[in-house]
């Protein structure tokens, strides 16, 4: 906790909303008191002008009622009789001088607030008293004063009436009104949008959702209504400022959510695909021919049928009907391996797939359950960053698709780097087989024509549950929808899948819970989470309740809306087939989340910021983790913050040492710390990579340093890190870069942005227009130091790279490098392209004879705009980078060198998304040249002008107005990026180098 006078005060006072219910209590109309209209009176008296005035006298009539009881005789204030108002305060006023922040100095009769836990209540009470009189006064803070009536001295809360350790007095009968209050007076809010990518870790992290299942709904989708007047496949919500609910939802929760939720130990489970992969690869036992277009499967040593079920490639171009299913059409079989051996492997099982695209997967096994199966059956998955082992059990979740992870492969790649094994490796001592049936890779596009309108022609994760639980095999269960409207019908589809799942086709009972995800619409003004529970709710599902509610509200109202009160709505009890306990069964709670209101402007803007979307994965993973802690009565941490502040260093001799610091972490005795933020790691783990996409299960190292060795020289390898402690691991950070060589180069990277404006969008027939679509390694990857490595590299040139912080704090000094090549991507004025403290590394570096390449789409627009950059700014734009900023958008994403310039003759080059560039820099900057420059690149068709310019002189520079890693294909970056090292005479390594590189 914060520990500065202001904020303790306010945040043991809870200071902010008071229940709906105490605001009617304390209203004279009904308990005698008549306080409301008192302060309506004094809010219209005309005498009382200023914000200030108004202030005094309603804190004035909140006092003049110590004592007052209801007609009943009932206390209506906690303010006790004798109490007297001393003064009022203003620490904090608007430019106006009226009131921002409130200081109230209370006298207390002595003895009437006992100096305990109990105490701090009351205390509590009484401060929230002022801030109901104050809430429509534009008052913003708060801070109560207690008189001491021994010594005289003013004490705030803390000091007067200090909580145990732990937590403050809460009485039950009074719970509602304490979680509703939001604490006043809040910092700004901390940006938690680092560097980091929201990925599942390869291999199988541990933490403190280990042993437990998270099934989750991911609100709803496409599906055929053919009982409609329209008569086709439709989405069941509308768009909205941008967002549609049938997309968004499962977007937040497959992208955020389930890999915060698998990095701290859970499976998860959901009843829509959740991969966002529009590419499907499936490879059963059956596959054993040559040349099959998806893949092959191969055994060794003994297997033998099973007499079970096992999946089945449908027929043709797609499932027909509402009863067909994958896992029971009669033909489909699975294979056992028995001689179970705790040593090597005697028998495996592989299937490789034909990747037809480079790209991310989800991988999924099949198997047929039984008692005798293997409860730690050995899968090893190769992808293109090595090899993952994962430990199944195999006597449940089987006829289904069970996700292992998500991986990168690549098309055309050696067999080894995208095949899945399974083998007979167990220490189960009770087992005596294990089951290989198939193998998915990807969530590709709707195959299910269920009713009369064929196939959707969307992505599988897109689609309505019924067509995914359909698929998985839930239909095996007699429970699977069959009727006409598959909207309705869909509802009681999802709880019944987790019942299947969690307690009825295996025999087992899994420790698990269940939630459904969705946001709310009404009239456009509402705001703020709502959750429900059913009529049949049992007393578990209510805790859930009450635990996820709390969380999410106090992390979204503290961290994300720090400039007002969020909307605090209810735990409610309302019958929604989704959160049926019938469905459900008794052993498993359930409930449904409203998160926020998408028809509202302010709610649907905050939903589209990557940031809250953060905030939320993580409050939902932190309530799971506190349910289980409160159910248990045991302490299971957070996992941890990503680490900050990452760089890497080519120390030559095949040497790299890679350096982070720790991220933000919970600590009580940090005045900065947030009660959000996880406990401090205990380790890290170090990926590493050959193509910065594909990363090997990581290196565990106990300190924030490390010296890897391996480096090689004409190559570029890639690096992130994630933290990790007991509650399990965090997002990995930015992907860095090193390579051997013979010359000393630094990459930064600059590109820190990570905003709802750089989300690309798509116009969807019979769904909306300029949709966002929230996949972040299509807008913001963090990883953008892959194209300037592996262009610079095979020139034989060493990398070294580092994120801007450590260059701007001096931890990185520029002039020990011969080239520096700044990654601005599209930072612009809302991070400040390039900061004061950045700005002075550069100039002292170029002064000192330096070779710098920067590039980006907004640099020129945030530095260099007359009338609106700095004239700090504008100076350093065109005296030290030589470039003036002439126009925000060149209308073209195609540019040519010029003749005479470092880049002449390397003919038309694209930037384009739809050639290949990674994201979409919409707004490139047209330049003009400035301080002795010339124009390097034009842009050729939009409205024309310089793309890049060059300076020659004591330094060199290249700037562009456009960012390199969006030029579009592999071979046009390594042609611009050898003129660029030309230009900077580091092209060629001397013959006295070139045996030193091998």
């Known amino acids: 906790m914060r520990t500065s006078n202001w904020i303790a005060g306010a945040a043991l006072l809870g200071l902010g909303l008071i229940s709906t219910e105490n605001r009617a209590t304390a209203c004279w109309s009904g308990a005698g008191d008549g306080s409301d209209c008192v302060f309506e009176e004094i809010r219209k008296d005309a005498s009382l002008a200023t914000r200030n005035e108004r202030v005094r006298a309603l804190c004035g009539a909140v006092v003049a009622r110590a004592g007052a009881k209801s007609a009943a005789g009932e206390p209506v204030t906690a303010i006790p009789a004798g109490a007297r108002l001393d003064r009022v305060e203003f620490p904090r006023t ?33 401060g929230s008293e002022f801030v109901h009189a104050l809430q429509e006064e534009g008052v913003n803070g708060y801070l109560l004063y207690v008189r001491d009536a021994g010594t005289g001295e003013w004490l705030s809360p803390l000091e007067y009436a200090p909580p145990e350790e732990g937590g403050g007095y809460v009485p039950a009968e009074d719970e509602a009104s304490v979680e509703m209050a939001k604490r006043l007076g809040k910092p700004a809010r901390r940006d938690l949008s680092g560097k980091r990518m929201p990925v599942i870790n390869p291999g199988q992290p541990q933490g403190s959702l280990s042993d437990r299942t ?83 499967y191969v055994e060794t040593g003994s297997w033998a049928n099973s007499s079970g079920e096992g999946f089945v490639h449908k027929a043709g171009a797609s499932w027909n009907g509402v009863t067909v299913n994958p896992f029971s059409q009669g033909t489909g079989e699975n294979r056992l391996a028995s001689g179970l051996t705790a040593g090597a492997p005697t028998a495996t099982a592989t299937w490789t797939a034909n990747i037809p695209e480079d790209g991310y997967y989800n991988v999924y096994a099949s198997w047929w359950p039984f008692s005798a199966r293997a409860q730690d059956a050995q899968y090893l998955v190769h992808h293109s960053g090595g090899v993952s082992e994962l430990r199944v059990d195999q006597t449940i979740d089987g006829y289904t698709w069970f996700l292992l992870g998500n991986w990168y492969f690549e098309a055309g790649s050696p067999e080894d780097e995208r095949k899945v094994v399974l083998t007979n490796s167990s220490a189960d001592a009770g087992a005596t087989n294990v089951s290989a049936d198939a193998v998915r890779w990807g969530g590709g596009m709707g195959d299910f024509a269920r009713h009369t309108n064929g196939i959707s022609g969307r992505p599988r994760w897109e689609e309505e549950a019924v067509n995914y639980l359909q698929f998985t095999g839930f239909g095996r269960s007699g429970s699977h929808y069959t009727g006409d409207d598959d909207e309705a019908g869909g509802w009681s589809d999802r709880p019944q899948y987790a019942r299947w799942e969690h307690s009825e086709k295996d025999g087992s009972v899994e420790d698990a819970v269940y939630f459904a995800w969705h946001t709310n619409a009404f009239n456009g003004n509402a705001r703020g989470l709502s959750s429900f529970r059913h009529s049949t709710a049992t007393a578990a599902s209510e805790a859930l309740q009450y635990t996820m509610h709390d969380k999410l509200y106090e992390a979204i109202n503290t961290l994300w809306f720090t400039t007002e009160t969020w909307t605090v709505r209810g735990k409610n009890e309302q019958n929604f087939g989704e959160g049926n306990q019938t469905s459900l069964g008794t052993g498993l709670p359930g409930i449904l989340l409203e998160g926020l209101f998408h028809d509202n402007a302010t709610d649907s803007t905050a939903y589209n910021e990557p940031e809250f979307r953060y905030i939320v994965a993580r409050a939902i993973t932190q309530s799971l983790i506190d349910y289980f802690n409160d159910r248990d009565s045991t302490s299971l941490p957070y996992p941890p913050e990503p680490p900050v502040d990452f760089r890497a260093e080519s120390l030559g001799g095949g040497q790299a040492r890679l350096t982070w610091a720790a991220g933000p972490f919970n600590d009580p005795l940090d005045e900065e710390d947030s009660e959000f933020d996880g406990p401090a790691a205990t380790s890290y783990r170090v990926f590493r990579s050959s193509n910065g996409f594909g990363f090997d299960d990581g290196t565990v190292v106990n300190g924030t340093t490390t010296i890897l060795s391996g480096i090689p020289t004409n190559e570029a390898v890639y690096f992130r890190v994630a933290a990790v402690n007991a509650g399990g691991q965090s997002f990995p950070g930015e992907t860095l870069a090193v390579s051997d060589g013979s010359y000393d180069v630094l990459l930064v990277n600059g590109f820190d942005r990570n905003q709802r404006s750089l989300i690309p969008t798509a116009n969807i027939t019979n769904a909306g227009s300029n949709l966002r679509r929230h996949v972040p390694h299509t807008f913001q990857a963090f990883n953008y130091a892959i194209e300037h490595a592996e262009a610079i590299a095979p020139e034989g040139v060493r990398i070294s790279s580092s994120c801007n912080e450590s260059v701007a704090d001096g931890t990185v000094v520029l002039a020990n490098y011969d080239a520096v090549f700044w990654i601005g991507g599209e930072e612009s004025t809302n991070d400040d392209a390039l900061d004061a403290s950045e700005q002075s590394r550069i100039s002292a570096y170029l002064a000192g004879g330096g070779r710098l390449f920067i590039s980006g789409a907004e640099i020129g627009w945030d530095l260099g705009r007359a009338g609106s950059s700095s004239a700090a700014d504008i100076a350093f734009y065109n005296n030290v980078l030589r470039t003036a900023y002439s126009a925000d958008d060149a209308n073209t994403y195609n540019v040519t060198g010029t003749v005479g310039g470092p880049f002449a003759g390397l003919g038309s080059i694209s930037f384009s998304p739809a050639s290949g560039a990674r994201y979409d820099a919409e707004f490139p900057d047209v330049l003009s040249t400035s301080g002795g420059s010339q124009a390097a690149m034009q842009y050729s068709g939009g409205t024309g002008g310089t793309a890049a310019v060059f300076y020659s002189g004591t330094s060199k520079v290249l700037s562009f107005g456009f960012p390199f890693e969006t030029i579009a294909t592999p071979q046009q970056r390594s042609d611009v990026m050898q003129a660029a090292l030309a230009f900077f005479d580091l092209q060629d390594a001397t013959l006295e180098d070139a045996w030193q590189l091998y």
């Open 214 to 296: 998270v099934f989750i709904n991911q609100s709803h989708g496409w599906f055929d209504d053919f009982t409609w007047a329209g008569n086709r496949w439709r989405v069941q919500r509308g768009d909205s400022h941008g967002t549609l609910e049938d997309f968004d939802s499962p977007e937040f929760i497959n992208v955020y959510v389930l890999p915060m939720l698998r990095n701290a130990g859970a499976k998860v489970m959901t009843v829509r695909e959740a991969d966002l992969q529009t590419n499907m690869v499936i490879v059963d036992n059956d596959d054993t021919g040559i040349g099959l277009p998806n893949g092959r």
């Open 94 to 126: 608007d430019k106006s001088g009226n009131a921002e922040h409130v200081a109230f100095y209370l006298e207390l009769p002595e003895g009437s607030v006992a100096r305990d836990e109990s105490g701090g209540y009351a205390l509590y009470r009484i």
